[in-house]
């Protein structure tokens, strides 16, 4: 019985600890004024930005790429220096979430390394493919919304467009209840993933096709084929 007793009091307080932390995160939130909701959608908006910044075109079932920040780079200085002020727009959603300035501070320094090695021709385009200040500032801003908000749902901020556009389906669709399937939900979100792919089978493809080519007129011409 005692042992029976211990059992409940210890899945009671585990329970009263839970309860515990939901308001905690409710308390916090309200603390600056914001919702579970508005907290996702702008986290959604920051990761839109970052890819459209840092892996807009990206390689298949990764988050690695490159966006318009390499791009910009292409352009001496001018380029680089208006690359600068547009990550300063992430800077400010994350404020807006509640992340304290010196938690952004590796954000910050990243962005100012890319933008004086993006000043270097050539390498620094190569470069801003793996210096990519606005997606680490996602990373920051998302770290801070799990432990402070309790927020651990990534999808939102890894495919935003795509995201936003299923949520639309969802709520505003007639047909809301196919787009809720999981499954098709999740085939939704991959698109890019798939496309990708068969971009890859038909360069690969054409690749192939071109070095046979080559290949047999070369054989042609030696009399080796």
Known sequence: MDKFDKLLKFKSKKLSDTNASVVDYQAKLAEHGLTREQVIATERKLAKFAN????????????????????LSTIPLAGDLAGLALTSYAFILGRQLG????????????????????????IGTLLDIFIRPSRKTLGIVH????????????M??????????LEDKQQQS????????????WLYLHIPDFLGLLVIVFVGWGLWTVISWLVGMFGQSTGFG
């Open 52 to 71: 459209t910044m840092d892996s807009l075109v990206r390689v298949p079932f990764t988050k690695q790429g490159m966006g318009a920040d390499a791009a």
């Open 99 to 122: 992340v304290p300035a010196h938690k952004m501070t590796p954000a910050v320094r990243l962005a100012l390394i890319d933008m004086v090695v993006g000043i270097v021709p050539g």
């Open 143 to 154: 770290e801070h919304l799990h432990h402070e908000y309790g927020i651990t749902e990534t």
């Open 156 to 165: 939102h901020m890894d495919r935003p467009f795509l995201h936003q556009s």
């Open 174 to 185: 007639r047909f809301g209840f196919f787009w809720r399937n999981p499954i098709v939900a």
